[in-house]
């Protein structure tokens, strides 16, 4: 459904508020039409009962009715002649009413207190109500009175009928003023209820960069979102800055490499040079291209770490067999530096992930602890009930901005010995990246001067032995 919110509620409000009147409007003429018409049936009850009253027998001269000929037409409060009709036990007529001609079969079927009430046409046409009832006549004490007098009294229904019309006529007109008035009350309503929106989306055409909403003045059901808008505008600043800084950083991790190509390239051709001294060149570049041949790899990794692009296998890993394998390739600048390395992993202890990644979390580990720790010191990896890995180190400890900082990218706490040995800094970044998608914790403790990183499973399951 197209349009704006406030047209989109108002066609939802106005048929509900105008089917409300209707419903009101309709139930109140009903109301009044059945209290008109019953005071008109009381009334005419009630004079019924009061005719009757008046029919009497006495032995000399049988049934009679008090009043006579003369009132067989008899004058309503309202004007209206009232049609009476008084029937003995023989059906002969009492007080015969040509407009009643007919009826004593079927307002016999009354009784006193319970008289039969129906619509009647008159001779005219004109539409009436009947009473009739049936009763015993009015003797004198002691004498037995006939059992059976029927009477019926009618009378036209043309003034309570034109009473309702016009109430029909006022109900018509007040409904429709009404619906006009709710459909005006309701659009009213709605913008009025709306405004705050409004005052949002016009803040929203005028919000530029990543400025927050206002939200002190918005309602309750607005404020969470415009609250969480604002956590998203913060989170995407963040973002956009985390990518600036990115995007700098590897301009300027890759800027080191490519100088280094560019200024042992123009060397080599600035004159003729023997054999070896090309094939130094060669060895120069060679090793600055797999540097950053390395650097763009666990960039590209990153990337796919973040978009959720890196898929994951599940299977036993021996982890022992892994810390040995990760450390070979560290094993010449260890003992360059005289550190002891001690793999106290279990033999048989496994851990269900996926080989290669797994790896290149280790791999980090260990060579960021071959790099950074002190020369003649020791380095020991190891695993338990408390962790699935946990490569140890004997200093020196770190600082507080180095643990504040030391799984950010390409932040490097020594950037002299980093770029010696070919550090680019992100490689703990990338370790942690990997443990995320592994299901794996990777935190740093510090105990002392020693330093450690530590390796958690998220499910128990994970680790077997």
């Excluded at 108002?10 to 003429?29: D, E, F, I, N």
């Excluded at 129906?118 to 046409?125: E, K, V």
């Excluded at 018509?172 to 003023?177: D, E, K, R, T, Y």
């Amino acid at each position: 459904m197209s349009g704006s919110l406030r047209a989109r509620l108002s066609r939802a409000l106005v048929p509900v508020v105008v089917g409300l009147l209707l419903t009101v409007a309709l139930a109140l003429t009903l109301v009044v039409e059945r209290s008109i018409r019953g005071d008109f049936d009381a009334e005419l009850l009630a004079r019924a009962r009061t005719y009757a009253a008046l029919v009497e027998y006495d032995v000399e001269d049988g049934l009679e009715f008090e009043l006579g000929d003369a009132l067989a037409r008899l004058p309503g409060d309202d004007g209206d002649a009232a049609h009476l009709s008084i029937w003995g036990p023989d059906g002969a007529a009492l007080l015969d009413d040509p407009a009643l001609t007919g009826l004593s079969r079927q307002v016999s079927e009354g009784t006193f207190t319970t008289p039969v009430i129906f619509d009647h046409a008159l001779p005219d046409g004109a539409p009436s109500r009947v009473v009739g009832l049936r009763f015993r006549a009015r003797a004198d004490p002691g004498v037995a009175a006939p059992d059976g007098v029927t009477l019926a009294i009618a009378r036209s229904t043309a003034r309570p009928d034109a009473v309702m019309r016009t109430l029909y006529g006022w109900f018509v007109g007040l409904g429709l003023a009404s619906i006009v008035a709710a459909t005006a009350a309701v659009r009213g309503a709605v913008r009025r209820g709306l405004a705050p929106v409004d005052g949002l989306a016009r803040a929203l055409e005028r919000a530029t960069g990543f400025a927050p909403l206002p939200s002190a003045s918005l309602p309750d059901e607005l404020r969470p979102l415009v609250t969480r808008f604002n956590a998203l505008l913060g989170d995407l600043e963040r973002a956009f800055a985390r990518e600036r800084r990115f995007t700098a950083d590897v301009a300027h991790e890759l800027r080191t490499p490519l100088s280094v190509l560019q200024s042992t390239i123009e060397l080599t051709l600035t004159r003729e040079r023997a054999p070896a001294e090309y094939r130094d060149a060669l060895a120069r570049l060679h090793k600055s291209v797999l540097s950053t041949a390395a650097l763009v790899e666990d960039l590209l990794l990153l990337a796919r770490l973040d978009a959720g692009q890196v898929p994951v296998a599940r299977e036993p890993v021996p982890l022992r067999a892994l810390v040995d394998d990760c450390q070979r390739p560290h094993a010449e600048a260890a003992a360059r530096r005289r550190l002891r390395f001690e793999n106290l992993v279990p033999a048989t202890l496994e851990l269900r992930s996926d080989r290669d990644k797994l790896r290149i979390v280790v791999g980090n580990l260990l060579a960021n602890a071959v790099a950074y720790t002190e020369e003649g010191g020791w380095i020991r990896v190891r695993a338990g009930e408390d962790v699935a890995l946990e490569v140890r180190d004997s200093g020196p400890p770190l600082a507080a901005e180095a643990r504040a900082r030391i799984f950010d990218r390409f932040w490097r706490a020594d950037e002299a010995r980093s770029a010696d040995e070919g550090h680019c800094g992100i490689g703990l970044s990338l370790a942690r990246s990997l443990c995320e998608a592994l299901g794996l914790s990777l935190a740093l403790a510090s105990d002392g001067d020693e330093v450690a990183f530590q390796l958690r499973p998220r499910a128990r399951e994970d680790m077997s032995q």
